[in-house]
């Protein structure tokens, strides 16, 4: 039986790290305008969503893609013993969902929690 | 005005570069206005209810506030709001015609580009959110993660405190490792305070 529905896609950290950040960048916008869902399991840099919102902005057409929903969390400022100990503070992204806007919306989010709604059109 | 005196102010060093940033309609523009109005007299830019009046960053050099005793110069850039997203329809449901809703989306995505160039540029950054809305999106993440990658300072303003569901202390709860300021930017409440951080921030 053929089962319509969404695409989910759920891209490992391992995944990532092993990406530039213009392959990050064009696997999210290629995926996410082919109507997937994207879950990273770490988030992007500030200069890495930089770039998704500048290409984002630059892809944008009136009538095939509006843009993208991006959720994640407010960064964490863990800093783990070594990094205390060399006295820096890491900044750490985190999990972090992206899809087309006009099929994820959020419904709520706080610090530890999102929820999102997806439709199928 | 002794000559030594003289020469200091003349190299004093350079004001600071201060970015307006936020989501539309959070109130950059109308905030601005005021900041440059009380100020200098002079204006910034329009406003409107519609998201995306502004498309283009503007720079307003020479901006000098006295506040708790000190004085601070700045360069006040508003920039056009920040946004993952723009469809046309939606300038459309507010009643714009198709033409002018497409050239509007077109403009605002280039606006948005050219904010996001500026974050390169600037010493500082008054991040503008409307205490109505949700705090926890990817505009504030983004521009809150780029002032801490660069070290730079970052205000927030959690703004329209005269509507009666604003909550600055939701906004106070998403991020609070940084200073933040509720005012109202179109009736003028806490802007003495605004100033003061400023002053203290940037100075
Ligand atoms: N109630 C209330 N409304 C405000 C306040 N500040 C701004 N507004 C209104 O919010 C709307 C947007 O204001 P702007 O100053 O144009 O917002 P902006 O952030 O510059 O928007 P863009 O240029 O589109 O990114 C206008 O209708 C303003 O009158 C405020 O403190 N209280
Ligand atoms: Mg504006």
């Known amino acids: 039986m053929l089962m319509k529905g969404i695409q989910m896609d759920l891209i490992s950290e391992d995944k990532l790290e092993g990406m530039t950040s213009m392959e990050k960048v064009r696997l999210i916008l290629d995926e996410v305008k082919s109507g997937k869902i994207l879950v990273l399991e770490k988030g992007l840099t500030p200069s890495e969503q930089n770039k998704l919102i500048e290409l984002t902005m630059v892809e944008i057409t009136p009538d095939n893609f509006s843009g993208i929903e991006i959720e994640s969390y407010p960064v964490k400022h863990g800093s783990s013993f070594m990094g205390k100990l060399l006295g820096k503070t890491t900044v750490k992204t985190r999990l972090t969902v992206i899809g087309p806007a006009d099929q994820l919306k959020t419904i709520k989010k706080d610090r530890d929690m999102i929820s999102a709604l997806v439709s199928t059109h | 005005m002794g000559i ?178 509720s005012v109202s930017a179109l009736e003028g409440q806490n802007i003495d305070l605004l100033y003061k951080e400023i002053a203290d921030h940037f100075g």
């Open chain 2, 4 to 181: 030594i005196k003289k020469m200091k102010s003349k190299f004093k060093k350079k004001r600071a570069r201060i970015g307006i940033y936020g989501p539309p309609n959070a109130g950059k523009t109308t905030l601005a206005n005021r900041i440059i109005r009380d100020w200098t007299g002079d204006a910034m830019g329009s406003v409107s209810h519609v998201p995306h009046e502004t498309r283009r960053a503007r720079r307003r050099e020479g901006v000098t506030i006295n506040a708790n005793g000190s004085s601070v110069t700045l360069d006040v850039i508003d920039t056009p709001g920040l946004a993952t997203k723009i469809d046309f329809h939606d300038f459309m449901a507010l009643g714009m015609n198709e033409e002018d809703s497409k050239r509007r989306a077109k403009e605002a995505t280039e606006g948005v580009i050219e904010a996001v160039k500026w974050l390169d540029d600037l010493d500082g950054v008054i991040l503008v959110m409307d205490a109505t809305e949700d705090p926890y999106t990817q505009v504030n993440v983004t521009v809150i993660g780029n002032m801490e990658a660069r070290r730079l300072p970052l205000l927030i303003v959690a703004n329209k405190i005269d509507l009666p569901d604003s909550s600055p202390a939701r906004i106070h709860g998403a991020f609070p490792q940084h200073p933040l300021v």
